[in-house]
């Protein structure tokens, strides 16, 4: 018998009312994330980590080595994957390197060479991608590839049944640096390269812009040791080894400068070559005379090379003591017109400086150098003039023996004020110690107390008072221009206003018709009526 319909509760009939309501107005209710919703890289990432494990679980899994490879192919280390994908490899290898099987076993049977065959040409598949990312303009990612490629080459030098000395010339280690000599890979990736502590000797032929910049940086790491103790890969049993020794590394970067310095160098290369022979090429050599030659050359070659040439025979002759009898003759050579107009003149006095320290030398050299830029200086711009005057004042407080050239006097005679003074320097002697110029006097400073520049004609007439002052000093006057000159004189404060008195004339080209006034200069040079 069938019973009686109930009727809804209250609640059934909220639950319908909610039906009803708009569904685009509604609240969302909120999903749980499952495995599916992750971001698609991470699932992949892990993939990779996976594969990676079973690689160096079982041997089945070799083939999965190639499936890695593409993953690096495909973003070609544009992306997390690709990157994630090569350390991966790595830590494959490394570890294959490690249980030797990369080696191909005696008498081992067709099957196993076959495989040890494969894994080789993936290992140099592997190496090929890593030495492609080198070359890329994102340093993170051609860090990471000289990063796994050095990994690599330790676990082959320790792992594998090779000599030591044929697998750093010919093997991974080679082509790195050939990869790095590239041109289109960037200096910090060479830098880095060279803090890997690596000292071994290899050969070098074309892109020297590269080359120079590699071997300063391998320079800087032989220069500083007295011995070696720590290598990057195994170190060597034989405690005579080549390696071992300062000596042999000294020869081999040697040998490497002298190839670049004897090849066909831009004035650019030059010059930077020439910036880093005090101080990091000089010390790598065994026989430092051996530079003599490319400095000579470079004097020779004219411009600011001279300059940068003459800084390193002096640095030559001062530690190494090198003789070179003829280096303040081309010193002086350097004296000339362009000198004080030149962008290198603050570089010039600086070295200059360091040059004519000494107070044992002669008074006859120091006087012309003193007189010859006393010279230059009536025809240098104001900016230069600055320079020389305080430069003349400290070498005449240093060699006191050369004072006698601000109080010489003229002999007095009725024809001397008509005719003038001769003068015993002979500017165009070339050889410092034979001009005269001690016997000189420093009358061209007494010509600049008169100079158009207020500010030049204030500080030559330091010479004329009494040399209270010890010294001054240079860094003070070295990066003076016309622009830095006019800069000083426009932000000075005027304390007082200047009195100007300027009648405006009534009439300029004709004469007034009052006698009062006077007429301009126009009217009694030109009639214009």
């Keep these: ?25 509604a609240p969302k209710p909120k999903v749980r994330k499952t495995e599916k919703d992750r971001p698609r890289s991470a699932g992949i990432e892990e993939a990779i980590l996976l594969l990676e494990s079973q690689i160096l679980e079982s041997r089945k899994n070799y083939n999965s080595i190639a499936t890695l490879l593409r993953h690096v192919q495909i973003g070609n280390g544009q992306d997390q994957t690709s ?13 294959l390197i490690a249980l030797g099987s990369l080696s191909k076993p005696e008498e081992a049977p067709r099957s196993e060479i076959t495989i040890v065959q494969w894994l080789q040409v993936q290992l140099e598949a592997y190496k090929q991608l890593l030495l492609s990312f080198l070359s890329m303009a994102d340093l993170v990612v051609s860090s990471t590839a000289l990063t796994l490629l050095m990994r690599l080459l330790k ?22 640096v050939s990869r ?23 050969q070098t032929e074309d892109l020297l812009d590269n080359v120079i910049t590699m071997t300063n940086s391998l320079d800087d790491k032989i220069g500083e040791r007295t011995s070696f103790d ?25 040998e490497l400068w002298l190839k670049i310095l ?34 000579t050359d470079s004097f020779n070659a004219g411009g600011s090379l001279p300059l940068l040439a003459l800084s390193g025979l002096f640095h030559l002759m ?18 000339s017109s362009e000198i004080l107009h030149s962008k290198h003149r603050s570089r010039f006095f600086r070295l200059l400086n360091i040059f004519l320290s000494s107070t044992h030398l002669p008074a006859a050299l120091v006087a012309s150098f003193i007189k010859r830029l006393a010279r230059l200086s009536l025809f240098a711009p104001p ?26 006097k003229a002999e007095h005679s009725s024809h001397r004020p008509r005719e003038g003074m001769d003068d015993p320097f002979d500017m165009k002697e070339p050889d410092p110690m034979e001009t005269n110029a001690i016997d000189s006097s420093l009358w061209e400073i007494h010509t600049l107390q008169s100079h158009y520049h207020p500010n030049v004609a204030t500080i030559a007439k330091i010479i004329s008072e009494q040399f209270t002052k010890q010294a001054y000093n240079l860094e003070d006057f070295l990066d003076h221009s016309y622009s830095s000159m006019l800069t000083a004189e426009l932000s000075k404060e005027i304390k007082k206003a200047p009195v100007v008195e300027y009648e405006i004339p009534k009439k300029i080209l004709f004469k007034h018709t009052d006698p009062m006034q006077r007429d301009s200069l126009l009217v009694s040079l030109w009639d214009f009526t």
Aim: net charge positive.
């Design 318 to 335: 001062q530690e190494k003591n090198l003789d070179y009898p003829q280096f303040y003759t081309k010193l002086y050579s350097l004296l």
């Design 180 to 202: 790095l000599i590239a041109a289109d890979t960037t200096d910090p990736i060479r830098e880095e390269f060279a803090d890997n502590d690596i000292l071994a000797e290899f």
């Design 262 to 295: 004897n090849g066909n160098l831009t004035k650019h290369q030059r010059k930077h070559i020439l910036g880093m022979v005090s101080h990091q090429i000089a010390p790598c050599f065994t026989r430092v005379e051996l530079l003599m030659d490319f400095l």
């Design 155 to 176: 676990g082959e030098t320790e792992s594998l049944n090779q000599a030591s000395d044929d697998n750093w010339r010919n093997g991974t280690f080679k082509s790195v």
């Design 383 to 408: 900016s230069g003039i600055v320079v020389v005057v305080p430069w003349i004042y400290n070498f005449l407080k240093s060699h006191p023996s050369c004072t006698f050239m601000i109080h010489r």
């Design 230 to 254: 720590s290598f990057y890969a195994e170190r060597p049993k034989e405690k005579k080894h080549k390696v071992r020794s300062l000596t042999v590394h000294k020869k081999q970067a040697q």
């Design 83 to 95: 990157i994630t994908a090569a350390v991966a490899l790595c830590r494959v290898f490394c570890r």
């Design 1 to 25: 018998m069938p019973g009686a319909v109930a009727e809804p509760t209250g609640e059934r009939k909220k639950k319908r009312k909610a039906v009803e309501v708009d569904r685009n107005t």
